[in-house]
Every structure is written in structure tokens, then in C-alpha cells.
């Protein structure tokens, strides 16, 4: 069976420091990655997906970045967060167009 | 490009039934229900892929209308386990169109 693995579960960075979130996904291969962001008591705001290693859609400019280095991996970046940044950050897998999004249990992120 | 979802909020009795609706401007693809619970990640409840297509699972059903810019989820005979807010992502009709954006959400309150 297919299982999505994000980490960590929690994180407090400090504004201007850099970010790192890796999601993995096992089980599958070459699926459609997405990146979302949940501020507290909002709805989810894509902010990248994937369609195949080396290809990355941005939803939204902002000092956030992706990378899918590895057909299974999908990692999250910035060079220097802001108070802004601060959220609930799910990532999620689906086999294909006609299949349902599965999301991995998010990243609560506090930037102080 | 934002499904927008009616109402925002509402507040059942145990027992009662809503209907919450999903429309977008554009035709659609697909449209998927997830509910969340508070601080956890959303949790698929269905997919619809065709024109007047309509799905049940228990007490919770949906619907995806001929022209497919428009969807409704039925909850009847509401439990408290019902409880959450619940998400319609969509997606639009078209090849090569991979990006799955989701309402702002109608969170759900069942009483006893």
C-alpha cells in the first residue's frame, strides 16, 4: 500500500532563517506532488505541484521554493522566513488525474 | 480560480441534514470532498468525475452536476463524528491542467 511521509510535524524558526520540509511518498511511482498551506483557521492555498521529477508549478511568488530531486521526494525551501510564513503545511500525493488526493499528516510551522 | 463553497458555516442538531455547495466559474474535471478535523490533516471522503454523476458512502453523498461547474455534498441523519470543516477541491477540464484548488471550506458544528 501507498504511504506519504512529511516531517517534521512541528517547527519554530526564527524570522530570516532558512526552511526545509521533505515530504516522501512509498508505494508508487512517478506521482502528482503538491505542496499546500493552511494559515491558522483558513482554507488550503496551493502553493507548488509536480507532475515528474525536475517539474515544479508555482501557484503563488513568494521567498518559497520547491524541488523534486527524486521521483518520490518533494521538498520545501526558503532562504529566509517570514512572520508571514507561519502556518500549517500539508503535502500530498495523488497516482493521477483520476484519483483522490492523499495528504500527509503537515508541517505546524511558527515563525517567531 | 477558487471553487467557491455555501454556506460558511453551519450548525446542525444530531440527527439533522445539510447540503453544502460547490460551484466554480469554469468547467470542471473533477471534484473532491475532504473533511478536516481541527489540527488534523483533510481526509478524503469522495471523488466525482463525471456529469451527473452522484456518489454515497454511509450517510454522506454528493453530487456533480451535467454541466460540471457545480457539486453539493449531502450529510444526512448527522452524528457529532460529522463534525469538521469540509473542503471541495476542483480541478479544471482541459489537458495538462494538474493544479487542484480547494474553497475556503464550511465548517460543520453538529449538537446534540
Known amino acids: 500500500s501507498q504511504t506519504i511521509h512529511q516531517w517534521p510535524a512541528t517547527l519554530v524558526q526564527p524570522v530570516g532563517s532558512p526552511l526545509s520540509l521533505e515530504c516522501t511518498v512509498e508505494g508508487t511511482s512517478n506521482p502528482n506532488l503538491y505542496w499546500y498551506r493552511q494559515a491558522a483557521g483558513r482554507g488550503l492555498q496551493l502553493l507548488f505541484y509536480?507532475?515528474?521529477?525536475?517539474?515544479i508549478s508555482s501557484e503563488v511568488p513568494q521567498n518559497l521554493s520547491a524541488s523534486r530531486p527524486q521521483d518520490r521526494q518533494f521538498i520545501l525551501s526558503s532562504k529566509k522566513l517570514l512572520l508571514s510564513d507561519s502556518g500549517f503545511y500539508l503535502c500530498a500525493w495523488r497516482r493521477d488525474r483520476d484519483s483522490p488526493l492523499h495528504f500527509g499528516n503537515g508541517t505546524r510551522l511558527t515563525v517567531t | 480560480q477558487q471553487p467557491v463553497q455555501s454556506p460558511q458555516a453551519v450548525i446542525l442538531r444530531e440527527g439533522e441534514d445539510a447540503v453544502i455547495n460547490c460551484s466554480s466559474s469554469k468547467a470542471l474535471y473533477s471534484v473532491h470532498w475532504y473533511r478536516q478535523k481541527h489540527g488534523e490533516a483533510p481526509v478524503f471522503l469522495m471523488i466525482?468525475?463525471?456529469?451527473?454523476e452522484q456518489k454515497g458512502h454511509e450517510k454522506i453523498s454528493a453530487s456533480f452536476n451535467e454541466k460540471k461547474q457545480q457539486s453539493s455534498l449531502y450529510l444526512t441523519a448527522s452524528q457529532l463524528s460529522y463534525s469538521g470543516t469540509y473542503f471541495c477541491g476542483t480541478e479544471f477540464a482541459g489537458a495538462g491542467s494538474y493544479q487542484l484548488t480547494f474553497g475556503k471550506g464550511t465548517k460543520l458544528s453538529v449538537i446534540p
Open positions: 509536480s507532475v515528474g521529477i525536475g517539474q
Open positions: 466525482l468525475l463525471k456529469g451527473g
